[in-house]
């Protein structure tokens, strides 16, 4: 008996090595799997691409990779981020269609919404207001992997579907002093400060700015899900010009409020202080993810356990 390749695309990346290891946990056999490292297969290079597919025939494809960072990235490499994001995603899904993948999953980010979304934040905000501007290259690159995705189904009768998840954390993370996302960032701040007895570690802004944060092996747990539904129960809950999913856990908390939590878990026992006069960004960020919970899932993960886990990852791979 054949069984099926799937092709996971960013499978080093935070959430490609998560979708692997939850895919290999679910009965998926290692000989399935098909990966390939940026050195051996760049995705932006469309004929590589093509023939990567000619060969390997893959029956899945979840399109994990992309070009990611925080602000400051985003600011900085504008053309990188849009070029190779948007290169990626039209070279994996079309060639994915020319070769007759059967089912593809492409994620895509949060940031996809206008900057001033209704809270929580719904599939059908989409298209509805002007962008984040620090990151609107890589939000138009990820809007046009979704409608990529939508116009192959309509024209081509594909299944291919997408999921937005909110903030992710976790193993594989990136903990660069000045790249990193805010889980990672305050998680090497609040380490490095305990290492040293350091008494007190300085937040940017007021602390008030509420955010939604969830755990990659839930997000990867999320993405296997959606990917298995039956086509027909994902086509009631969806719409072909509105198929993607949100994937969140349905909860924020502040800035604080985290600050105080990774101080918990990094056994950090100085004083947490505040910056106002450094910027807060967008007062709210939450997922509304009942279309997801409809289907029959929903985070699995504390932030409390999350973050303990994520320590250890970096404990193990990062601290110095």
């Known amino acids: 008996m054949d069984f099926p390749k799937i092709f996971v695309a960013g499978h080093r990346g ?6 692997v290891r939850r895919l290999l946990g679910g009965g998926v056999k290692e000989s399935q799997l098909v990966t390939r490292t940026h050195a051996e297969l760049d995705l932006t290079n469309q004929h590589a691409v093509n023939e990567f597919f000619a060969t390997e025939k893959p029956s899945e494809v979840y399109l994990a990779a992309a070009k990611v960072g925080g602000i400051h990235a985003n600011n900085t490499y504008p053309a990188e981020f849009i070029y190779q994001n948007l290169m990626v995603e039209c070279n994996v899904i079309d060639a994915a269609y020319r070769n007759g ?3 593809l999953l492409f994620l895509g980010s949060s940031c996809i919404y206008p900057k001033l979304v209704p809270q929580p934040m719904r599939e059908d ?15 138009i690159a990820k809007i046009a992997g979704i409608k990529l995705s939508e116009s192959y189904n309509r024209q081509y009768g594909t299944d291919y579907r997408s999921v937005m998840p909110t903030n992710l954390y976790g193993p594989g993370d990136n903990y660069h002093p000045e790249n990193s996302h805010v889980i990672p960032a305050l998680i090497r701040r609040f380490h490095e400060a ?4 350091a008494p007190t570690v300085t937040i940017w802004g007021s602390g008030t700015p509420r955010r939604e944060f969830l755990y990659v092996d839930d997000m990867a747990a999320a993405s296997v899900h959606v990917m298995n539904l039956d086509k027909a129960v994902y086509e009631e809950y969806t719409s072909p010009m509105l198929s993607h999913i949100n994937v969140g856990c349905g909860e924020d908390l502040t800035i604080r409020e985290l600050a105080e939590a990774v101080a918990v878990t ?9 910056d106002t006069t450094k910027p807060d960004g967008t007062p709210r960020k939450l997922m509304d993810s009942t279309r997801l919970q409809s289907l029959g899932w929903r985070a699995q993960t504390t932030l409390h356990e999350g973050l303990n886990l994520a320590y250890q ?4 791979h990062h601290a110095e």
Request: without cysteine; proline residues 5%; aromatic residues 10%.
């Open 14 to 19: 935070m959430v490609g090595s998560a979708i």
């Open 101 to 103: 993948v059967e089912k």
């Open 125 to 139: 905000a989409l298209l509805t207001g002007v962008l984040e501007p620090t990151n609107e290259p890589y939000a």
């Open 194 to 197: 305990t290492v040293g007895n």
């Open 266 to 274: 990094t056994g950090f026992k100085g004083e947490i202080a505040f």
């Open 313 to 316: 990852d970096f404990l193990q």
